[in-house]
């Protein structure tokens, strides 16, 4: 039987980035795959949704030059030849490189196959069965299907499918309003589609803060997005060749008459094919448990990236797999620290955040100030015709110690990596104030909003 090392379950981010860091080590490696290496990201995620937005950032930029004194007539967005420029990005973002993503290189072994469990340490890939001294299970998520009654007979879509679509569906209702959920949404949107979007909680971006969440419904209704909050899917049905969802909200009891369904109402961990019990391991509250150094409760079974319940983010995934390994081949001790991590939602204009909301750091009983301050204040939004947007920063009023910084605004996914270098460094807010910035720049919001405390 062939012996490896380590064995990695998943071709995702976190898989990846552990066997290369594995292999460069030296240790003898094997990497499962069952679908395409790259994972979620690439295929269906981070990579096609953002270039798919850009392509709908440029249609609205091009549909209003007048205020800029460009007078232009364009003629039409084509869906299709966007899913074409799309392609290309994926093509030119993944180098057209082998199915193995260059683990040969480094002399890692590759399975394209589905792997699971036969013992904790004998792992079947296809007809083989291969023994590992350590496992990496690095499978991500699947997107998890609400069970309302009739969905799956009138048919739904997710995002897998969302980014292979080659014509628009006329009318799009999306069910949740989470990042996947408002992403698509805008990008339909902007290609025309008549979009409903219907969340279950009062909130959009149900882990952003209330202000800024406030701010991005607001945004989505004037974009031309019906959301609907606090709503409850009853069922669904085919009705006169559209698909009808019957829900009740706030205001009422209605029925929604629509072409297609994009379900991104969250996710579960990707076990399906793995025979976990085999290994002695379970599901729990949506995640495959995992202690502070990514260890499952299984000596040398390990877990990194979505399917532990990590922040669901492909650098989150990729530092959890550098830290996996650090843990098993080189005595590291190196617990996880997800505290300082970057979220964001690549709407326009975009949304991000780090640390804590206002309304966590009051659940922690932590005494606070709050500091906001305006794009319409800022110069170069103002120059820029971007003046929506909001930057709020939390602070701890003893200490000065930043708690939480959110943006929603023009580059907000650029301007919060400052914030989250003086978190990740334990510099205080002064730091911001006492550091020049560029006149006029967006990350100006940042110190202006600093510069309050
Ligand atoms: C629409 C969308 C947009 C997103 N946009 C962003 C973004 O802009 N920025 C961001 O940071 N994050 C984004 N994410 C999240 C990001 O995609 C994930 O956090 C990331 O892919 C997680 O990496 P992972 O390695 O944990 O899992 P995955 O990327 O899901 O990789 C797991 C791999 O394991 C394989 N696998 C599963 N079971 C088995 C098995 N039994 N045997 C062999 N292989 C198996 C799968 O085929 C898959 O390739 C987005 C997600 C979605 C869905
Ligand atoms: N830009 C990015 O970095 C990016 C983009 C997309 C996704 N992601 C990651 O992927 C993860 C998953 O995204 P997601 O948007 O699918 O999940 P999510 O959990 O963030 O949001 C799902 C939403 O669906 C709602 N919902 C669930 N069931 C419902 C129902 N029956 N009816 C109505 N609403 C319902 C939930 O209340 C929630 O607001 C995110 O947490 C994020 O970390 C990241």
Known sequence: ????DLVVIGGGSAGLKAARLAAQMGKHVAVAEARETGGECFWAGCVPTKALLRAAQVWKQVTQTAPYGIHVTVDRADFAEAMAYKARKMREV????????????????????YASFEEPHKIRV?????????????????????????LKEAGFITNREAVMLTSLPKRLAVIGAGPIGLEFALLF?????EVTVLERLPQ???REDVEIAERVAASMQQEGIRLILSAHVECVERCNGSKCLHLSSPSGVEKIACDEILVAAGRWPAVGELNLEAAGLAIERNALPVDAYLRTRVPSIWAAGDV????????VASYAGGVMVRNAFANANEPVDYSVTPRCTYIDPEVASVGLTEQEALAAGLKIRVSRYDYADLDRAVLSNAPEGLVKLIVEEASGRILGGHIFGEHASSVIAEIAVCMRNHLPIQAITQTMH?????????EAAAAQF
């Open 94 to 113: 993944g180098g057209n490189g082998p199915p193995d993503a260059g683990l040969s290189k480094w002399g890692a072994a590759f399975f394209p196959e």
């Open 189 to 193: 949107r902007r290609f025309g589609a």
């Open 126 to 150: 296809g007809k083989k069965v291969i023994h590992a001294e350590q496992v990496l299970i690095a499978t991500g998520t699947v997107p998890a299907i609400p069970p309302i009654s009739g």
């Open 308 to 315: 532990t319940g990590s922040p669901l983010f492909t650098h």
């Open 204 to 206: 959009v971006l149900p």
């Open 438 to 446: 560029a006149y006029p720049s967006f990350p100006e919001a940042i």
């Open 1 to 4: 039987m062939e012996s490896y």
